[in-house]
């Protein structure tokens, strides 16, 4: 059976839409991250036997036009669209362009906002026959067996839900979470036989080119706004891959991608297993892929020195920490369960270990107030990490967030375009008692332009640059996105 998976292209005029981060937007900064879960599936359905092709539209800068006529071209039985909660009108748009010129073929919706709201979606637009809700690996090859066979009949699979009719649905249960991930394929081989181009990608804190893989999923933390635990993989439980299975990946990147410079573990901790952490480091100095290129992480404040150290050992440069909040009631109300001193504390031994840091902060949780935000970003300015990111909270159906907020009425709107801005960009749906949804773009935009602006954040940049020259592609690539961004504002 040949089957697309396809990431459509959306604002493709305005810079490369990145679907599969936690915001999806065209960010400030060019970051754009890999189709990770679309390529798990790809996997997938081609060790099952299919003729399948992957494409990420936003990434190589195709069109609807020229999409289409590679859909025509292709004519594939079954295409599978990725999608997220700002495009989700253009990707549920884009089915009915789809069966335009390949009138039998069955059309299914992947991500998180399908998941959290499968019927909704699929009254959008007629032309979509499904959704795989959650982790769609699985469910995308029960389906394509059955529709390979001429059958339609959907009642045992599990994680499905589709039309009946113009307005009527069905829905299975909920698929159980795919327990030994070391079944599934390399992301990474998927990449190299689908033609995926690392050069296309890009993360404004890594080194560049980098490769985006995943070595678990799940996440046992409950911060009341993260989308992928609560919409996709699931709260409580980490599901991990072996270490030896994670180091076979990294040896095939090795050899199959020589040109990377780092590459992302894009699990939401994966420090939340010490021990695992711990093991796999050993096998990179062991096999010496600690030399062959570095490598980040998402990883709490609860990280202790020790293996931050032996991390550092292991190839690792960054580490990608979520502070959020510079106000303690603040961070309880949004349910992070970490303590501001457990924050300084893990930048001081990060420095030590000589570890960078992208820190992460977020304005308009619970409590918020304009006090709170300043004291947010003089957090920000105390903890003076390599990189910083400044964002509105993004409220996403299936969250406990969006529930909060549309309990509240704090919502200032449901049209799920209005997410981002015209051009791409993120943009705020929360209006706070004491901040308006204004307020919190702009004291984004301006926490952003003076930290990054600051004489000696510049001067560290510019000694970063010239005696550190594996650093320079990404902060030449970063730096210009960002002046860009600032001259755009100044417009």
């Not at 909704?120 to 032309?127: E, P, Q, V, W, Y």
């Not at 009341?224 to 299975?245: A, D, M, W």
């Not at 050899?255 to 420090?271: H, I, M, Q, W, Y």
């Amino acid at each position: 059976m040949k089957i697309l998976l396809i990431s459509p292209p959306f604002k493709t005029e305005y810079g490369k839409f990145s679907r599969d981060q936690r915001s999806p937007a065209i960010t400030k900064s060019g970051t754009i991250y890999y189709p990770t879960w679309l390529a798990s599936a790809t996997g997938v359905l081609t060790e099952a036997g299919h003729t399948c092709k992957l494409l990420d539209c936003c990434a190589i800068g195709w069109d609807d036009k020229r999409t289409l006529e590679f859909v025509k071209e292709f004519q594939p039985q079954m295409t599978v669209i990725n999608t997220s909660t700002p495009s989700i009108y253009n990707d549920c748009e884009f089915s009915e362009k789809v069966k335009n010129v390949v009138p039998l073929t069955f059309t299914v919706l992947v991500g998180t906002h399908p998941s959290a709201l499968p019927e909704a979606t699929l009254a959008i637009n007629k032309t979509v026959d499904a959704v795989a809700r959650r982790e769609y690996d699985y469910t995308l090859r029960d389906l394509a067996a059955l529709l390979a066979e001429g059958k339609n009949d959907f009642s045992n699979i599990l994680g499905l839900t589709w039309r009946t009719s113009a307005d009527t649905y069905k829905s299975t249960d909920d698929r159980p979470y795919i327990e030994d991930l070391d079944e599934l394929p390399f992301v990474s081989k998927v990449y190299k036989e689908q033609g995926i181009n690392p050069y296309d990608y890009f993360f404004a804190a890594a080194e560049y080119p980098m490769m985006m893989i995943f070595t678990g999923r799940g996440c046992p933390n409950q911060c009341f706004f993260c989308v992928y635990p609560q919409t996709f993989h699931g709260r409580k439980i980490y599901r991990l891959r072996s270490p030896e299975n994670v180091i076979a990946e990294l040896e095939y990147m090795a050899e199959n991608f020589p040109e990377l410079k780092s590459v992302g573990f894009e699990d939401d901790t994966f420090t939340a297993d010490l021990e695992r952490t711990k093991a796999i480091c050993r096998l990179m100095i062991e096999k010496g892929l600690n030399k062959k290129f570095n490598w980040w992480v998402n990883a709490r404040v609860t990280l202790d020195y020790d293996t931050m150290e032996l991390m550092k050992q292991a190839g690792c440069r960054l580490l990608v920490a979520g502070f959020e909040s510079g106000n303690q009631r603040v961070l309880n109300e949004m349910h992070k369960g970490i303590k501001l001193d457990w924050t300084k504390e893990y930048v001081k031994n990060a420095n030590k270990a000589g570890l960078l840091i992208h820190g992460c902060f977020m304005v308009g949780n619970p409590g918020e107030t304009k006090e709170t935000m300043e004291e947010t970003f003089r957090l920000a300015l105390r903890l003076n990490t390599d990189t910083a990111q400044f964002f509105p909270l993004m409220v996403y159906p299936g969250t406990d967030a969006y529930t909060w907020a549309e309990r509240n009425h704090y919502l200032v709107t449901k049209d799920w375009s209005e997410w981002i801005t015209t051009d791409g960009l993120h943009s705020c749906v929360i209006s706070l008692p004491e901040v308006s949804d204004k307020e919190l773009v702009a004291f984004c935009d301006e926490a952003r332009r003076k930290y990054y602006l600051r004489p000696a954040y510049i001067f560290a940049k510019l000694r970063q640059f010239v005696f550190n020259p594996g650093e320079r592609k990404r902060l030449i690539k970063a730096g210009t996105r960002f002046i860009r961004f600032l001259a755009k504002k100044g417009d």
